[in-house]
Structure formats: C-alpha cells, structure tokens
C-alpha cells in the first residue's frame, strides 16, 4: 500500500508505537474527553501512526489504541494556549512537567478504541518480549498479533 492509499483507510502510515501513559490520562483518552497527548520530546515522524495505549499501574496492560493525526512542536507558553484544554491537564501540572523546557510536543489524537481484552504487563513480556517502555517504543513486524490485537 503506498502513502497516499493509506491516507485514504484514514492513517498515513503503517507503523505502531506503543506508548506508556499514566492510568488516568490513558482512560480519558479512550473515553474521547482526552484528544491531545503531551510530551516534552516524541518522534517527528509518528503522525499517521497508530498508537497502542499501555496504561501504567495499576492498570499495566495496554487497554487501547489511538490513531495520532498530527504532531505539533511549539514553545511551551504557545503549546498551553493552544492544546491544554483538549490536553486534559491542570495549569500547574503543565508547568511543572515543562518545568525547564522550552518546547514541547502535542500529539493530536483520534479513533480512540478500548480494548474488551486488555493485553497485562505478563503478556507483553511472555508472548511479545516486550517490557512497558518508559516513554514509547516502535513495534516491529514480530509484533504483528499485538498491533492486530481486536482490529475489525
């Protein structure tokens, strides 16, 4: 499938991220009242990919995915102005998670879909040699039952 024929099925790329987030920002985020994941640095390239939600303890499994649409990297006054409502996230808590930084990354989500069977921490690392990665990791082509996990 090339670039354009992606865009089409509504994502740009084939890759799959799976992204650490904590319990309670992952399950606003499922829940489609979270559209805006913030993140001090990411990849430039993940919009268009799919990311697959592992929702930290005391959840630990991956519970969901996302599709990211878009990716903007701003400077931090501009990035609060523009996302920190749809970022769910308090004013202090924002500042002190760029407490420092003069940038920071907002990743514009949609398509969240919650998983009926979560994927725990014991299944990532049995049958995918996966441990929860501290902020994010790409899957890999031996990943392919995890990415496909509950896919239509």
Same mark, same amino acid.
């Given at each position: 499938?090339?670039?354009?024929?992606?865009?089409?099925?509504?994502?740009?790329?084939?890759?799959?991220?799976? =992204?650490?987030? +904590?319990? +309670?920002?992952?399950?606003?985020? #499922?829940?489609?009242?979270?559209?805006?994941? #913030?993140?001090?640095?990411?990849?430039?390239?993940?919009?268009?990919?799919?990311? #697959?939600? @592992? *929702?930290?303890?005391?959840?630990?499994?991956?519970?969901? +995915?996302?599709?990211?649409?878009?990716?903007? =990297?701003?400077?931090?006054?501009?990035?609060?102005?523009?996302?920190? *409502?749809?970022?769910?996230?308090? *004013?202090?808590?924002?500042?002190?998670?760029?407490?420092?930084?003069?940038?920071?990354?907002?990743?514009?989500?949609?398509?969240?879909?919650? @998983?009926?069977?979560?994927?725990?921490?014991?299944?990532?690392?049995?049958?995918?040699?996966?441990?929860?990665?501290?902020? @994010? #990791?790409?899957?890999?082509? *031996? +990943?392919?039952?995890?990415?496909?996990?509950?896919?239509?």
């Amino acid at each position: 499938m090339n670039r354009s024929e992606a865009r089409d099925t509504g994502r740009a790329s084939d890759r799959t991220l799976l =992204v650490s987030i +904590h319990n +309670h920002y992952a399950r606003l985020i #499922l829940a489609g009242k979270k559209s805006v994941e #913030l993140r001090r640095r990411f990849d430039a390239s993940a919009a268009g990919s799919r990311m #697959l939600i @592992y *929702a930290t303890q005391p959840t630990a499994a991956v519970i969901g +995915h996302v599709d990211i649409e878009k990716m903007d =990297v701003l400077p931090v006054d501009e990035l609060w102005q523009q996302h920190g *409502a749809s970022a769910v996230i308090s *004013a202090e808590d924002f500042k002190l998670y760029y407490d420092g930084a003069d940038t920071g990354c907002a990743l514009l989500l949609s398509n969240p879909t919650t @998983y009926q069977s979560p994927v725990p921490l014991k299944n990532l690392r049995e049958e995918y040699g996966l441990n929860a990665p501290q902020s @994010y #990791l790409v899957l890999k082509e *031996a +990943h392919r039952d995890l990415i496909e996990h509950e896919q239509d």
